[in-house]
């Protein structure tokens, strides 16, 4: 499952909503918000990760994430082993 294009592209739309929430929480302008400017991340990382069928699976799915955010280990070790 990790290796599927629909994984990455459930990491990717994590990591674009972890970016979405950084930049909206780290304006405390912004913070009241943070709801309405969350909502179509929110969506979209939900939608892909039950495209992928990694909801509820989080250990599968952190890892897809770290290989996203890091890019993969020297050697082709996992993400976790580093």
């Known amino acids: ?4 294009s629909s994984g990455s592209t459930a990491a990717q739309a994590y990591l674009r ?3 979405a929430v950084r930049a909206v929480l780290d304006d ?7 709801a309405p400017l969350l909502a ?3 969506a979209e990382a939900d939608a892909a ?4 069928g990694l909801a509820g699976n989080e250990r599968d799915f952190l ?17 976790e082993d580093r």
């Open 40 to 42: 179509a991340p929110l």
């Open 49 to 52: 990760l039950t495209a992928a």
């Open 63 to 79: 890892r897809l994430v770290a290989t996203q955010a890091l890019g993969p280990a020297p050697g082709g070790a996992e993400a």
């Open 1 to 4: 499952m990790s290796g599927t």
């Open 17 to 19: 909503l972890m970016a």
């Open 28 to 34: 405390p302008l912004q913070a009241s918000l943070a």
